[in-house]
């Protein structure tokens, strides 16, 4: 009997750390969909349900190991990216399993760092692109006034060429009374001049604007850019292209526009008239704005530029700049169930 | 020394005050006084009359009023990177402008030393406004000549108009290969050199109105080598200027292995098929694409394409291609080569969307194949075409195609499936757009003075009817059943305020609408124009603004302008019921919202109108719409056509059911996916494309500068007057069919959803999961970034699915 409990203590002193390292496994179906796919990035939401192991995961496909990204995100969930390498048909089923075993939850990335710049293109490559981390006391300009940049970036109330008006009113500001993502806007506030004429003969609209840093752009790739925009106080000013326009800019490697009068090709643009949308569309509310472009083969950088020329007050969040994939729609992906081995 | 420089400077005046007056060579750029000028040559505008101290300028005939003269430089767009041409092209000067010549000549004097000369004069320009980029200038089809004191040096004798028309389309008839020089191909053969000779002490040039004058050059006779030489520079500077403003988006270069050249150098060439979209020059098969059949799966009683690649390694000369009977496997049945037509890809340069300076090489569209040569290393593009009988039996056909040459031979696989089922025809209306019967080319030869002196005789009118019943009969060949064209002004008030005629407008429309009939039978016609531009004109009927948002916002559509155009379209449609035309769907107006929220609100207001005058008359409308501010006229048209700008939002396409009109759709590209499957998602009655050809397109282009890509809206057509097939167009015969593929199988679903039959019904429901597969897989609002369009490879697959999922239907039947 005593040794009985002998054998009964060491057994389960032994099995102890097996048991607790217990193993699983999950079944993750792909499917191409309706779109052929070239090296495709590939991303699974996982909900594991309880702390793993990051570094026991294990991606597998054919009995062979497909190099992965385990990017942490709300407890115990975590987004897996890899790479459906060369070309793959439309219509396409592929099923991986994805093993993992029982451990401390770490908040860390864990993958190469290729795979990462991947997913960051393909994620978000705008600066600073809801205007959250603040410079304060940036040094003040002839035509901006402000005290809170968007780190990185360059704001102006009004254009150069007007700094000889009195009482200018119009300014471009960090606003953190109205946001669409965190806690942090862009707000535009226009000015209708009497006193002064535009070259169309009506009244002079002065309007601010923003530049973004210079960042990498890679050529001959096709971006998406988006933006969210809230209008508020809209005044019709009788122009012809009412409206909001962020553009991304196109830059060659020494870092100036291309074709610099060429504006089907040097930026990519994203407008939203207000002329030409009716006010209910648009109105206090937030609405996403998006176009894509595939970049001339001369562009190596990017700058991104938001203006406008409607007379009212503006809001803008949330730029979106991302590579697209071929087809601009991603790679289904079903996620089974934890199965325990 | 001071005496000797001032001695020096003396005689360099006197040289070049000798050289620009009354030397040996002149060497003149006319054009505007502050156009580019041509270093070493003199500037001559058309302001500069003959001068004896001057020695050259235009010379004006006593006792007649002087004609008057224009010059022009034609690099004047600056809105977008639109060709630049050199100092000498760029400018001219000429004795009219837009379209509206003298039939005078004009004359340009030099003063001579007494001598014997050599002159060459350089004659060209490539547009004729500056509202659009590819309206041709009349010089371009006019007959005219040249005269030097007195005697005629040059005469430009086009022939009859179907002679000059020949002419003018054989340039469609080239292909851009690798390596080909933009000006050469596109440009040069718009500017003419005319050489003379002039003898004594003076040269009076005379020349008709409509020809330009870009530069004249002069030397003595015993130079003459000296002014080929200059002529040759000039042309290699334009052409280095014209040609550096270009870039070919050249594919990555890949070259053929020594084993793989050595292994077909036999035959001389390689047949290939492939998956890519387009066959261009640069493509290189894949090893195992050589020569492996190409193959297609077809119902009966319809017509099919097989797609395939021939990469000349060497120069192949006047290669003639035979076609096959296509046999049975058991050798019982046979498609007769008489049911097979082969079509050849025209290879051209043309520019990215959006991206204005690079261009690429496409085999943008295609001419009947007549045996000719081929470069070795340039890669084309054939389309066999297989119409099926419908009494063909189903089974699997194979025949074999020969390619023969001095060069070599080969023969290539050809692979046939009949399927054993009938596709059914949708009641659908598939179109695409085209303008009215007037405003083609021939418009000059029937309208405008000088054409109608220069073509007296010849019927206009039967060859403008020739043209539209090729053309519809292409557009019905392609799969379409109806085309969005309308009237060009048919009526207008006399001074009494009634309605009359308007020139020959109606008698041309009378028989357009008969040779529509001939084609598309009793299918309604969506009259594109008719409210607009063809019946209720601005200038036809003051007040009843379209595209006058200043005037509308002023006052209105008036009382007298909605009257008169009440009168007009009564007018319309009672000369309809008695000529018994097909159903007119009167199109009220064309992407209103491109006007802003005013446009929205004049759309409003016209569609309210029509829309009363449509219930006391009966006769459908319709409008294209494409944008949110065009959304409150619905509930006042029968039929809205939005496009992806409206937007194609779920919510939009439910509204326009909710508001009682027929759903359509234009204007959402030209691929496959958008004539086909992406019409399962909401099952639309119509299917609108711009355009087989457009208002300046038809018969009026050709490829050629200054805008690479603008034959993209225009159906080419060869030396003997017969239409082209275009890329896109294919792709929407290719979509269509799948629609009908997909509505085949839907109607069998629909035929069998109750059966009893335990087979029949698993068959059916694989059949219905298939179908709600496919349309759930569509993204309605196809505009939106990021949509997707499905590519011809997942379209085919799919058709393949259906065409599976049909059999086993009728297997089970």
């Known amino acids: 009997m005593k040794l009985t409990k002998i054998f009964l203590v060491t057994a389960s002193l032994l099995f102890c750390p097996l048991l607790k390292a217990a193993t699983y496994h999950i079944s993750i179906k792909i499917d191409t969909g309706f779109f052929e796919r070239k090296n495709a990035l590939i991303k699974a939401e996982v909900n594991f349900g309880k702390t793993i192991d990051a570094k026991s995961i294990k991606l597998i496909k054919d009995g062979k190991k497909i190099p992965i990204l385990f990017m942490p995100q709300k407890k115990y969930n975590a987004e897996i990216y890899w790479i459906l390498p060369g070309e793959t048909p439309s219509l396409t089923i592929k099923e991986y399993t994805l093993k993992f075993a029982d451990g401390a939850w770490d908040t860390t990335p864990i993958g190469s760092a290729e795979l990462q710049e991947r997913v960051q293109n393909e994620t978000n490559i705008a600066p600073n692109h809801s205007f959250e981390i603040v410079t304060e006391k940036a040094k003040k300009k002839t035509n901006w006034k402000g005290t809170k940049l968007p780190t990185g970036w360059v704001l102006a109330d009004f254009a150069w060429a007007h700094r000889k008006l009195p009482d200018i009113t119009a300014t471009c500001r960090i606003d953190e009374t109205e946001a669409y993502d965190g806690q942090k806007s862009l707000e535009f506030k226009s000015q209708l001049r009497d006193d002064k004429k535009d070259k169309n003969g009506r009244k002079l609209n002065l309007f601010g604007f923003a530049f973004s840093p210079v960042f990498p752009l890679k050529p001959d790739t096709e971006y998406s850019f988006s933006y969210q925009v809230k209008f508020v106080d809209i005044i019709n000013n009788d122009g012809k292209h009412q409206g909001m326009s962020a553009s991304v800019n196109f830059l060659g490697k020494d870092k100036k526009r291309i074709y610099p009068k060429n504006y089907a090709m040097n930026r990519l643009q994203t407008a939203y008239s207000t002329a030409r949308n009716p006010k209910e569309a648009y109105f206090k509310k937030w609405h996403k704005v998006e176009y894509r472009k595939k970049t001339p083969p001369e562009v190596r950088f990017g700058q991104i530029w938001i203006g406008g020329s409607l007379t009212g007050r503006v809001y803008i969040d949330n730029l979106i700049l991302k590579e697209c994939g071929k087809s601009g729609n991603p790679v289904k992906v079903k996620v089974g169930k934890i199965i325990t081995q | ?813």
């Open chain 2, 1 to 813: 020394m001071k005496k000797l420089t001032k001695l020096g400077i003396v005689s360099l005046l006197a040289v070049v005050l000798c050289q620009v007056t009354y030397g040996e060579v002149f060497k003149f750029d006319f054009g505007t006084k502050d156009s580019p000028l041509e270093p070493g040559y003199t500037r001559v505008t058309e302001t500069d009359a003959f001068s004896t101290k001057q020695g050259f300028g235009w010379e004006t005939d006593k006792n007649k009023k002087p004609i008057r003269l224009y010059s022009r430089n034609e690099n004047f767009s600056t809105q977008r990177a639109f060709l630049k041409m050199d100092a000498v092209l760029c400018d001219h000067v000429t004795g009219g402008r837009k379209y509206f010549y003298p039939t005078r000549n004009y004359k340009f004097k030099v003063k001579l030393a007494k001598g014997e000369y050599v002159a060459a004069m350089i004659m060209g320009k490539i547009t004729e406004k500056y509202s659009s980029l590819i309206n041709r200038p009349p010089y371009w089809y006019m007959n005219y000549e040249i005269k030097v004191n007195g005697t005629t040096a040059f005469t430009m004798k086009r022939g009859g108009l179907r002679k000059y028309l020949s002419d003018f389309c054989t340039a469609a008839e080239a292909n851009f290969l690798p390596g080909d020089s933009l000006f050469y191909k596109y440009l040069k053969a718009y500017f003419p050199i005319r050489k003379f000779t002039i003898s004594g002490d003076e040269a009076i040039i005379e020349i008709s109105s409509a020809c330009p004058v870009n530069a004249l050059l002069i030397y003595p006779r015993k130079q003459k080598n000296k002014l080929e030489h200059e002529l040759t520079a000039l042309m290699k500077r334009s052409e280095e200027f014209i040609n550096s403003q270009y870039k070919e988006q050249k594919p990555k270069l890949r070259q053929l292995s020594a084993a793989t050249k050595k292994k077909f150098s036999s035959r001389g060439m390689i047949l290939f098929s492939s998956k890519v979209d387009e066959i261009t020059p640069y493509t290189l098969p894949a090893v195992n694409e050589m020569f492996r059949p190409v193959g297609e799966f077809l119902p009966v009683g319809e017509k099919g394409v097989l797609r395939f690649g021939l990469l000349p390694l060497k120069d192949l000369k006047n290669v003639k291609i035979s076609l096959p009977d296509f046999v049975s496997k058991d050798g019982k049945n046979k498609i007769s080569k008489d049911c097979l037509d082969l079509w050849l890809s025209n290879t051209t340069a043309f520019s990215s969307s959006g991206q204005t300076i690079y261009y690429k090489i496409r085999p943008w569209y295609a001419f009947p194949y007549k045996k000719q040569d081929f470069i070795a290393g340039a890669t084309r593009q054939f389309f066999l075409y297989v119409k099926l009988q419908t009494n063909v039996k189903p089974g699997d056909y194979s025949g074999t195609i020969t390619y023969t040459c001095p060069q070599g031979t080969a023969d290539y696989k050809l692979f046939l499936k009949v399927l054993p089922f009938k596709l059914i025809k949708p009641d659908t209306s598939f179109g695409m757009y085209a303008y009215s019967p007037l405003n083609t080319r021939l418009r000059f030869a029937n309208m405008q003075k000088q054409g109608k002196k220069m073509y007296k005789g010849e019927n206009t009118f039967l060859l403008t009817n020739e043209f539209q019943e090729k053309a519809m009969a292409e557009m019905a060949e392609a799969g379409l059943n109806t085309v969005a064209q309308g009237p060009n002004l048919l009526f207008e008030f006399d001074k009494k305020g009634k309605v009359v005629e308007k020139g020959e407008g109606l008698k041309y429309w009378n028989a357009f609408m008969k040779i529509y009939q001939q084609v598309f039978g009793d299918k309604p016609i969506p009259a594109y124009g008719i409210g607009w531009g063809g019946l209720t004109h601005e200038r036809i009927v003051p007040g009843f603004w379209c595209r006058n948002i200043k005037a509308f916002k002023h006052a209105g559509l008036t009382a007298k302008g909605k009257e008169q155009a009440a009168k007009l379209v009564r007018k319309f449609y009672a000369t309809s019921k008695e000529q018994g035309w097909p159903e007119v769907i009167f199109y009220d107006q064309d992407e209103m919202a491109n006007h802003g929220i005013w446009g929205g609100r004049l759309a409003l207001e016209r569609a309210k109108f029509f829309r009363k005058l449509s219930k006391e008359i009966g006769f459908r409308t319709c409008a294209s719409m494409n944008g949110p501010v065009e959304l409150p006229e619905l509930p006042y048209l029968d039929i809205a056509i939005p496009n992806g700008s409206f937007p194609l939002t779920p919510k939009n396409v439910r509204q326009i059911r909710k508001d009682g009109c027929e759903y359509w759709i234009y204007n959402i590209g030209s691929k496959r996916y958008t004539f086909g499957f992406y019409l399962s998602k909401d099952l639309p009655k119509g299917r609108l494309q711009w355009s087989f050809y457009g208002t300046h397109n038809y018969l009026g282009q050709v490829p050629c500068l200054p805008s690479l890509g603008s034959i993209v809206y225009a159906t080419m057509w060869d030396s003997n007057l017969n239409p082209s097939r275009r890329l896109d167009v294919e792709g929407i015969r290719q979509g269509i069919m799948d629609y009908r593929y997909f509505m085949t199988l839907q109607e069998l679903v629909k035929k069998y959803q109750n059966t009893k039959n335990a087979q029949l019904a698993k068959a059916v429901q694989q059949g219905n999961e298939l179908l709600k597969m496919i349309s759930g897989g569509v993204e309605a609002e196809i505009a939106k970034p990021g949509a997707g369009i499905w590519s011809q490879t997942t379209c085919q697959r799919l058709r393949w699915r259906i065409a599976s999922a049909i059999k086993e239907v009728q297997n089970a039947e």
